[in-house]
């Protein structure tokens, strides 16, 4: 493309955000089959498992979804699964290790609560991720036939068993195998906003509750311990960024820029801390074009990497990058440096260009 059939740096911008966009048509129909293959999932181990059915308190959307930020086509969907078992549960904040609580039990009656030496009853989060897997391992032969509309038919397969956090399901629809939906189905305890950790700042919540999801610690193995949950709020977190479309286009470019840049040690969680933090900050007028919000927080998520320090939104004395080895920060550390400059070059010189739209966000630009 010559120079006089360049984007300005604002049409560019706008070019990008409208190719990250799914049509509302395709949106539905990824939704909908969505919802009749969580609703047969969930059918299907409240029918194995008694345990399941009585514990069972519903499912809960997290993720880019909730919050609106998603890019590309609605086909992972993250499922809270809300649990709630023979017990009043106590959060207990676990010292040196801020973000992380154990969850105190007040009796011993479900397998998956164990007691730990002197100190009491705790939630096992080895127990509760083993019961899901053998549940969800179980069931998976009712899981190969499942009937969409249009006559779609989706067979699912288990890919990630909980050891981390999430237990990943892959629906596959049998004539169109290139169409997935993707989902991380994460076991949660739920708590209302009077039982957050009294030693934390607890952020604006508007009454909403708040999770507990098993989550081991960032650390060699012999440091683990079975008890340890972390804090989740997705829906506080969604009052931070509500109202806010410029916000959250940008946050979408960035997360575009990541894929086109293959910077997946970024996850997208990492990259909303940013903006959750600049909020707090009241610092950034978010009446401002997308592009040029997107460069403010470049410069901010830079920053981050390069001093490994990127605070957990819900308890700041957390950092969030120290998943990433110090080689992985240094290559992250490179790439954004190289966009940050060519994004404020283009923005002082007002134009962008089709290799740039390919280069930074890995859109390709129609002949125009």
């Not at 288990?158 to 991380?184: P, Q």
């Not at 989740?232 to 479309?245: S, T």
């Not at 981050?304 to 004395?317: H, K």
């Not at 240094?330 to 954004?336: A, F, G, Q, S, T």
Request: hydrophobic share 35%.
């Amino acid at each position: 493309m010559s120079r006089d059939r360049d984007f300005t740096f604002g049409e560019g911008i706008e070019y990008v955000l409208d190719n990250i966009r799914f049509p509302d048509n395709t949106r539905a129909t990824f939704t909908e089959d969505a919802q009749t293959l969580q609703n047969t999932f969930v059918n299907a181990i409240s029918s194995y498992d008694p345990m399941f059915r009585t514990a069972f308190q519903g499912l809960s959307l997290g993720g880019s979804y909730l919050d609106g930020i998603k890019i590309d086509l609605p086909e992972e969907f993250d499922m809270h699964v809300k649990i709630e078992l023979p017990c009043i549960l106590r959060p207990v904040s676990v010292p040196d290790r801020p973000g992380f609580i154990f969850l105190s039990a007040s009796n011993g009656d479900s397998p998956c609560v164990k007691r730990f030496d002197n100190e009491g009853y705790f939630i096992s989060r080895f127990a509760v991720q083993n019961w899901f897997r053998n549940s969800i391992t179980a069931v998976m032969p009712q899981l190969q036939k499942i009937r969409c509309n249009e006559g779609r038919v989706y067979s699912m397969t288990y890919t990630a068993h909980g050891t981390g956090v999430a237990h990943t399901l892959m629906a596959t629809e049998r004539r169109d195998r290139k169409r997935k939906i993707w989902f991380d189905f994460v076991p949660v305890f739920e708590f209302e906003p009077h039982q957050w950790p009294r030693d934390l700042r607890r952020p604006t919540n508007d009454g909403r509750n708040w999770f507990a999801v098993p989550r081991k610690y960032f650390d060699k193995p012999e440091t683990q311990d079975p008890r340890s949950f972390i804090l989740c709020a997705p829906h506080w977190e969604r009052l931070v960024l509500h109202k806010k479309q410029n916000l959250k286009d940008s946050l979408r470019l960035m997360k575009s820029l990541r894929n086109a840049n293959e910077m997946g040690g970024l996850v997208s969680y990492f990259l909303k801390s940013i903006y959750l933090h600049e909020v707090a900050n009241k610092k950034t007028n978010w009446n401002q074009s997308p592009g040029r919000i997107l460069i403010r927080m470049l410069i901010n998520l830079l920053h981050a990497v390069r001093l490994n320090n990127l605070p957990f939104y819900l308890a700041p004395d957390h950092n969030n990058l120290d998943s990433l080895s110090a080689e992985c920060r240094r290559e992250y550390v490179r790439i954004l440096n190289k966009n940050v400059d060519k994004l404020i070059r283009r923005r002082n010189a007002n134009y962008l260009t089709k290799d740039d739209i390919y280069n930074i966000f890995g859109v390709k630009v129609d002949n125009l």
